[in-house]
């Protein structure tokens, strides 16, 4: 499986660390959308070993770097699904998509993702300020996926 961590806006420079760190753990691409007026590489002094982070402008942007075969799972508080009810057993590509501290990722961006091939889940956290569940919230996610992928048959007859 090839995976991709996308962080929309992040804002606090430990949260992306350990979201970079994750990522290169995985040894998966990390996009970081940039935040307005804020330059995600400042934010990395020294970056984690293996890491290879892409910085982006918008959504869109990802959508069209990645193409048209990735399944997003987009990690909010808004979310409609529990991240345990999402079959990311067979997915080939997947990019985990994951907000700002602050302000998480707004509908109307999510909107500019490919509709059909992207689901919003619900994460266990409410927002009241500044929010540093991120790296624990792509934790969960990782697990999830690999707890998944580790249960679903491998083939062949049992």
């Not at 991709?4 to 979201?19: A, E, G, Q, R, W």
């Not at 529990?82 to 707004?106: N, Q």
């Amino acid at each position: 499986m090839k995976l991709y961590i996308v962080f929309y806006h992040p804002k606090n420079p430990l949260n992306l660390l350990d979201v970079a760190s994750i990522a290169a753990w995985k040894r998966a691409v990390l996009y970081v959308v940039a935040r307005p007026g804020l330059d995600p590489s400042m934010l990395i002094r020294e970056p984690p070993p293996r890491l290879r982070m892409k910085i982006l402008l918008s959504l869109e942007e990802l959508a069209a770097e990645l193409g048209d075969d990735v399944f997003y799972l987009v990690l909010e508080t808004y979310g409609t699904v529990l991240l345990s009810e999402v079959d990311l057993s067979s997915m080939e590509k997947l990019a985990l998509v994951l907000g700002a501290e602050d302000y998480g990722i707004p509908p109307e961006e999510v909107g500019k993702l490919p509709k059909e091939r992207t689901v919003v889940a619900r994460i266990p956290s409410t927002v009241q300020g500044m929010s540093y569940n991120v790296a624990s919230t792509l934790a969960m996610a990782v697990y999830e996926v690999e707890r998944q992928r580790a249960l679903a048959p491998r083939g062949g007859t049992p």
